[in-house]
């Protein structure tokens, strides 16, 4: 859903070009840029995860070797991770080569149980919760090592 921003601008393109590409999904991405290029430059719309894991050769990858998990990183996973970030393309690359997804996290918003209804083999969160924001933030590269190091500690026990 665009914002009014966009809505506004779309209502003179709609004027002018005789159409308005406010209402596409992803044309308020990039603080609008994408409609602008859309509008504008006649720009295709495209999967920018689609386009990463192509461009990075992972599922030739996938294909080729054997992989115990991937293990893919997103800030904050919640409602909104579950409906097209990085993460969703990420758990369909899992899905379909059959290996389990697990997701490394700052801030866990989302019900583990809802994750793995969605395809999501585990979520590993980093903060702690009893610490600020600023504490979690500065001290990232520990939490984030201390937290995969127990998790796979963990699965190994």
Known sequence: MSGPGIKAIGSHSTKELGESNAELRGA?????AAFGLKSF???EFISGTAFILDLAQIPELLSSKHFDYIITGEGKIDMQTLSGKWINGVMELGQTYGIP???VCGMLEVDPEELRAAGLFEAIEVRKKNESLEYNMKNAAELLEKAITRYFTDLKS
Request: charged share 0%; proline share 0%.
């Open 28 to 32: 308020g991405a990039a603080g609008g």
């Open 101 to 103: 997804v697990v997701a």
């Open 41 to 43: 430059m006649h720009a």
